[in-house]
């Protein structure tokens, strides 16, 4: 049971930093770029290698493959709820029209590579 509270609550943090990185890079304008890519999974490693180091402290330096697997399957699908909220929210309340102007961008962006 301590294993499922520490992964939720590493779940939680992912997807609170991953909803915060994709903010501050919508806000500084690199939202569309492969920053954003960068950043998710640069989060994802980040997190999953400190929850491993909590585990194999709680497991006296020892870690189960199988522990590692599901903790990894519990974090992210928890950060990915976090994070799809968020965008839930974002687009229905803070800019409806973004799905639109991103269709946009890319329409444009490829119109331009071809």
């Known amino acids: 049971m301590d294993h499922l509270n520490t992964n939720i609550k590493w779940g939680i943090y992912l997807g609170l930093a991953v909803s915060a990185a994709t903010q501050i890079l919508t806000c500084m304008g690199l939202g569309l ?26 497991n006296q330096g020892k870690l189960k493959f199988s522990t590692a697997i599901i903790s990894t ?6 950060g990915r709820i976090i994070f799809q909220g968020y965008m839930w929210a974002y687009t229905n309340f ?20 071809i």
């Open 33 to 58: 770029t492969n920053w954003f890519v960068f950043a998710t999974y640069a989060l994802v490693i980040l997190c999953l290698i400190l929850i491993f180091r909590i585990l194999k402290k709680q």
């Open 73 to 78: 399957i519990i974090i992210v699908l928890v």
């Open 94 to 113: 803070v800019e409806p029209n973004w799905v639109n102007d991103v269709a946009e961008i890319w329409t444009n962006m490829l119109e331009e590579s």
